[in-house]
Nanobody, 116 residues
Framework: QVQLVESGGGMVQAGGSLRLSCVASGGTGSNYRMGWYRRTPGKEREPVAL???????YYADSVKGRFTVSRDSAKNMLYLQMNSLEPADTAMYYC??????????WGQGTQVTVSS
């Protein structure tokens, strides 16, 4: 069974930076994509930054130019470098692994809080 554990969340002032990490274990060998989602109370969980098996990346418009998603396959690690953070970035961030299309696994989440 796939297990994902996030870390790196915390509190930071606007303009600051954080780096989120996710370690994956129990993978099947398939790796269609991995990425980061976030959710705030009252809103659906939304994709923030995704990286596909072929290396292509997706970023939500709201984070383009500020966030960078990367992976270290040898270490089964996924990262999200978050720069120029804004209060609107405040959310619970979740690591996602989709070994096959439509098959999703989630971490427990790590809270990011950005103050003005």
């Amino acid at each position: 069974q796939v297990q994902l554990v996030e870390s790196g969340g915390g509190m930071v002032q606007a303009g600051g930076s954080l780096r989120l990490s996710c370690v994956a274990s129990g993978g099947t060998g398939s790796n269609y994509r991995m990425g980061w989602y976030r959710r705030t109370p009252g809103k659906e969980r939304e994709p923030v930054a995704l990286i596909f098996r072929n290396g292509n990346r997706y970023y939500a418009d709201s984070v383009k130019g500020r966030f960078t998603v990367s992976r270290d396959s040898a270490k089964n690690m996924l990262y999200l470098q978050m720069n120029s953070l804004e209060p609107a970035d405040t959310a619970m961030y979740y690591c996602n692994h989709e070994p096959m299309v439509g098959q999703n696994f989630w971490g427990q989440g790590t809270q990011v809080t950005v103050s003005s």
